[in-house]
């Protein structure tokens, strides 16, 4: 008989960024591998890479407004 067992971890995101500016959205589109022309509100899922496309990270991006910004 086989005896498996499972490890559960409670991941929680560990940085907030909150990115702006006249070249922001062109920036991190730079950066990001998923579209992020969507909708304010929008949460699009995606990967940070590397010059070389290698992953660094992922993570999910959250369009605001800029009136959002400025609240």
């Known amino acids: 008989m086989i005896s498996a067992k499972a490890t559960l971890f409670d991941y929680r995101p560990g940085t907030l960024l909150k990115v702006t500016g006249e070249d922001a959205f062109t920036f991190l589109q730079g950066q990001f591998t998923n ?28 369009g605001v407004s800029p009136e959002a910004l400025n609240a």
């Open 35 to 62: 579209e992020l022309r969507q909708a304010p509100g929008s949460a699009i899922y995606g990967l940070w890479l590397n010059q070389k496309g290698k992953i660094l990270a992922d993570s999910h991006v959250l």
